[in-house]
T-cell receptor, first 115, second 112 residues
Framework: DTEVTQTPKHLVMGMTNKKSLKCEQH?????MYWYKQKAKKPPELMFV???????INESVPSRFSPECPNSSLLNLHLHALQPEDSALYLC??????????????FGPGTRLLVL | AQSVTQPDIHITVSEGASLELRCNYS??????LFWYVQSPGQGLQLLLK??????LVQGIKGFEAEFKRSQSSFNLRKPSVHWSDAAEYFC??????????FGDGTTLTVKP
């Protein structure tokens, strides 16, 4: 299995809702990433988990809360989002975080619309 | 700090024509360079990567890229473009911390 899966594919939520994005990989990778991508822009790194521990938080607002329950699963909990948070949220994984030459494997993304 | 510049926002080529997408990077140490392709509404797919060794790197789908340290460039090429190559292309550089910095991307349109 060489893919990263993300659910749901699409999500519409109001500013008072609480929702979660899910990412899963079964490649035995020990690093997992969340990126945010606005239309016509490159992905922007949000969080990195290494060995199930949060290792990088790129000054992301607290309305985004990541969670890594085990080495195969990565969640992103959303609460009180703003319309400007509407974007494609990409998950990625790599064998071991910290390796400069590591290839990241990306999931297809969750397209989020905040109303 | 590292940075990546893709000078061409949008490129249009005819099907069957050759393609070159430009990428310039700025990084103080040995760069680890990547090219990704993204179809609309999809995630990123790795085309090829350069770490060290041979400066001409072969990738998937008939793509290749050449690393030129003197020019701080890592340009992507394909001898004959297919209509299915129409997509967004991102060049990226990784740091020792494992963080990726992406260029702003180049949109490729393929004319029939």
């Amino acid at each position: 299995d060489t893919e990263v899966t993300q659910t749901p594919k699409h999500l519409v939520m109001g500013m008072t809702n609480k929702k979660s994005l899910k990412c899963e990989q079964h490649m035995g990778h020990r690093a997992m990433y969340w990126y945010k991508q606005k239309a016509k822009k490159p992905p922007e790194l949000m969080f990195v988990y290494s060995y199930e521990k949060l290792s990088i938080n790129e000054s992301v607002p607290s309305r985004f809360s990541p969670e890594c329950p085990n080495s195969s699963l990565l969640n992103l909990h959303l609460h009180a989002l703003q319309p400007e948070d509407s974007a494609l949220y990409l998950c990625a994984s790599s064998p071991i975080k910290g390796g400069s030459g590591e290839t990241q494997y990306f999931g297809p993304g969750t397209r989020l619309l905040v109303l | 700090a590292q940075s990546v510049t893709q000078p061409d926002i949008h490129i249009t080529v005819s099907e069957g024509a050759s393609l070159e997408l430009r990428c310039n990077y700025s990084y103080g140490a040995t760069p680890y360079l990547f090219w990704y392709v993204q179809s609309p509404g999809q995630g990123l797919q790795l085309l090829l990567k350069y770490f060290s060794g041979d400066t001409l790197v072969q990738g998937i789908k008939g793509f290749e890229a050449e690393f030129k340290r003197s020019q701080s460039s890592f340009n992507l090429r394909k001898p004959s473009v297919h209509w299915s190559d129409a997509a967004e292309y991102f060049c990226a550089v990784n740091t020792n911390a494992g963080k990726s910095t992406f260029g702003d991307g180049t949109t490729l349109t393929v004319k029939p």
